[in-house]
């Protein structure tokens, strides 16, 4: 049973950082993907930054948050983090953690898609003022 817990979530100002975790459970990082995704009320879900576990590590940032926000993994803790320096009020979300099925290779299109994942985190507000 696949159970992801996200943290770290909060307010804060412009200009700001915050680093999101996301623990993972009864899953194996093995040629998949893990991601954040954000949400604001009446749009739809938009992929923000994805890691792709195969041989090499590799990862995908949308263009809004590109050189801010940083994926990260600590396989010793089973945790994926997000770490948002920069913040501006656009980056108001609700921020889910999520993670895919294993997956022969990855690219931006489907790694930043919410179709690709099949196991969701509760998600963890982050609001910037």
């Known amino acids: 049973h696949v159970q992801l817990v996200e943290s770290g979530g909060g307010s804060v100002q412009a200009g700001g950082s915050l680093r999101l975790s996301c623990a993972a459970s009864?899953?194996?990082?093995?040629?998949?993907?893990m991601a954040w995704f954000r949400q604001t009320p009446g749009k739809e879900r938009e992929g923000v930054a994805a890691?792709?576990?195969?041989?090499?590590?590799?990862?995908y940032y949308a263009d809004s948050v590109k050189g801010r926000f940083t994926i990260s993994q600590d396989d010793a803790k089973n945790t994926v983090y997000l770490q948002m320096n920069s913040l501006t009020p656009e980056d108001t979300a609700r921020y889910y953690c999520?993670?895919?099925?294993?997956?022969?290779?990855?690219?931006?299109?489907?790694?930043?898609?919410?179709?690709?994942?099949?196991?969701w985190g509760q998600g963890t507000q982050v609001t910037v003022s």
């Open positions: 999520a993670a895919s099925t294993p997956r022969l290779s990855s690219d931006i299109w489907s790694a930043l898609r919410a179709p690709s994942y099949a196991y």
């Open positions: 009864g899953y194996t990082y093995t040629k998949n993907y």
């Open positions: 890691i792709f576990f195969g041989g090499n590590r590799v990862t």
